[in-house]
T-cell receptor
Framework: GAGVSQSPSNKVTEKGKDVELRCDPI?????LYWYRQSLGQGLEFLIYFQGNSAPDKSGLPSDRFSAERTGGSVSTLTIQRTQQEDSAVYLCASSFPTSGGETQYFGPGTRLLVL | AQSVAQPEDQVNVAEGNPLTVKCTYS??????LFWYVQYPNRGLQFLLKYITGDNLVKGSYGFEAEFNKSQTSFHLKKPSALVSDSALYFC?????????????FGRGTSLIVHP
């Protein structure tokens, strides 16, 4: 079946502009995660959605970052007034939570470059 | 708080030789441990996980990992490396049931297999 998809695959923007990144999780997966991957920094957790529960926003680096998930499926990560330090690969993952340690399925990522 | 350490930024090994990618963790209680692999310009792919039971876990592509509770380690191993194994490897830990569903990832280890 289809995996996690993300769009766009690449995004180049100017400093100060807003950007929206989209994630389509695997159908039926109730959990959705956003991560940021910077060179040499590993994966930085941003935000977590689980079903209809309030999202865990504890990883968002500033109030310029926000995310929503509509209908428990598609998610959009928005970065307002982009800065050069926002340049990174943004990864989305989905999973179906179990009591035994669910596997995350990752999308290919969106590579963001802020000029 | 939970954390993961991957002490080596890069591991070099000759094709046909055994490989080890190291991972140590810190978490309260019995951990859920994961290994993921990332090929260039791709998202992360699940390799294997430890939840409970046998300390030796076998996964995809001939990889295995051994959970060592006393040393709080979960090293990834393969008896005979292939050039195609060259990629970025991430270890992740999650608190057991009842804790956060958000895993913490290490910084990643670049594995380079030389022909």
């Amino acid at each position: 079946g289809a995996g996690v998809s993300q769009s766009p695959s690449n995004k180049v923007t100017e400093k100060g502009k807003d950007v929206e990144l989209r994630c389509d999780p695997i159908s039926g997966h109730t959990a959705l995660y956003w991560y940021r991957q910077s060179l040499g920094q590993g994966l930085e957790f941003l935000i977590y959605f689980q079903g209809n529960s309030a999202p865990d926003k504890s990883g968002l680096p500033s109030d310029r970052f926000s995310a929503e998930r509509t209908g428990g499926s598609v998610s959009t990560l928005t970065i307002q007034r982009t800065q050069q330090e926002d340049s990174a690969v943004y990864l989305c993952a989905s999973s179906f939570p179990t009591s035994g340690g669910e596997t995350q399925y990752f999308g290919p990522g969106t590579r963001l470059l802020v000029l | 708080a939970q954390s993961v350490a991957q002490p080596e930024d890069q591991v070099n090994v000759a094709e046909g030789n055994p490989l080890t990618v190291k991972c140590t963790y810190s978490v309260s209680g019995n951990p859920y441990l994961f290994w993921y692999v990332q090929y260039p310009n791709r998202g992360l792919q699940f390799l294997l996980k430890y939840i409970t039971g046998d300390n030796l876990v076998k996964g995809s592509y001939g990889f295995e990992a051994e959970f060592n509770k006393s040393q709080t380690s979960f090293h990834l191993k393969k008896p005979s490396a292939l050039v195609s194994d060259s990629a970025l490897y991430f270890c992740a830990v999650r608190a057991p049931s009842g804790g956060s569903y958000i895993p913490t990832f290490g910084r990643g280890t670049s594995l380079i297999v030389h022909p």
